[in-house]
Nanobody
Framework: QMQLVESGGGLVQAGGSLRLSCVAS???????MGWFRQAPGKEREFVAS????????SYADSVKGRFTISRDNGKNTVYLQMNSLTPEDSAVYYC?????????????????WGQGTQVTVSS
């Protein structure tokens, strides 16, 4: 059973940056990795995903141009660099793994989830 552990969340002022990390307990060969977020009172939503080779990266429209997803397969780790943060980015951010490798936006396709890390952006 794969376990995912996120880190890097915290409190930041609007316009600031944070880098989230997520380490998988087992190899992620051929799996897509991604990030989702959930704000209070809202549904969990897709943020970004990356395929095994990194050749395909997908972003939600709300974060395009501000967030960058990357991965280090040797470390079984995926990262989310978040720049130009706004209060609307405040949420619990979850790391996930899609064993099919597709990395789509549908939550049901992602089999493994981390416990989440809180990101709070103050105005």
């Amino acid at each position: 059973q794969m376990q995912l552990v996120e880190s890097g969340g915290g409190l930041v002022q609007a316009g600031g940056s944070l880098r989230l990390s997520c380490v998988a307990s087992t190899r992620t060969f051929n799996y897509a990795m991604g990030w989702f977020r959930q704000a209070p009172g809202k549904e969990r939503e897709f943020v970004a995903s990356i395929t095994w080779t990194g050749a395909y990266r997908s972003y939600a429209d709300s974060v395009k141009g501000r967030f960058t997803i990357s991965r280090d397969n040797g470390k079984n780790t995926v990262y989310l660099q978040m720049n130009s943060l706004t209060p609307e980015d405040s949420a619990v951010y979850y790391c996930a793994v899609d064993r099919s490798g597709a990395g789509g936006e549908a939550i049901a396709a992602w089999e493994y989830w981390g416990q989440g890390t809180q990101v709070t952006v103050s105005s």
